[in-house]
């Protein structure tokens, strides 16, 4: 079993930057695949970015690419999400999650664990 807990999120205003943090336990972290998705309210859940076991490759949402960079310390067993030039639309409960999978997934259903979620506001 793997838990997840999210840290890092807050208020911003649109424009700023937050780093979200990931710590993982429960079972060799650098086996892992790992994603970062988030839901509004009213609005399913979706995809933001993905990095896989060694962390040397990754992928991203159309409407976050250039904004967003996901990375992953396996020493630390940690993955981040830095968010930069954030929007209001940006706004949701963003989440961990972890997969075993041989490959890294933009789905919800590919991935096996969860962390419990964590606010991001983007207002003036």
């Known amino acids: 079993q793997v838990q997840l807990v999210e840290s890092g999120g807050g208020l911003v205003q649109p424009g700023g930057s937050l780093r979200l943090s990931c710590t993982a336990s429960?079972?060799?972290?650098?086996?892992?695949?790992m994603g970062w998705f988030r839901q509004a309210p009213g609005k399913e859940r979706e995809f933001v970015a993905c990095?896989?076991?060694?962390?040397?490759?990754?992928y991203y949402a159309a409407s976050v690419k250039g904004r967003f960079t996901i990375s992953k310390d396996n020493a630390k067993n940690t993955v981040n999400l830095q968010m930069s030039s954030l929007k209001p639309e940006d706004t949701a409960v963003y989440f961990c999650?972890?997969?075993?999978?041989?490959?890294?997934?933009?789905?919800?259903?590919?991935?096996?664990?969860w962390g419990q979620g964590t606010q991001v506001t983007v207002s003036s």
């Open positions: 999650a972890a997969t075993s999978r041989p490959r890294m997934g933009t789905l919800v259903h590919e991935y096996d664990h």
């Open positions: 429960g079972r060799t972290f650098s086996d892992l695949n």
């Open positions: 990095i896989n076991w060694s962390g040397e490759l990754t």
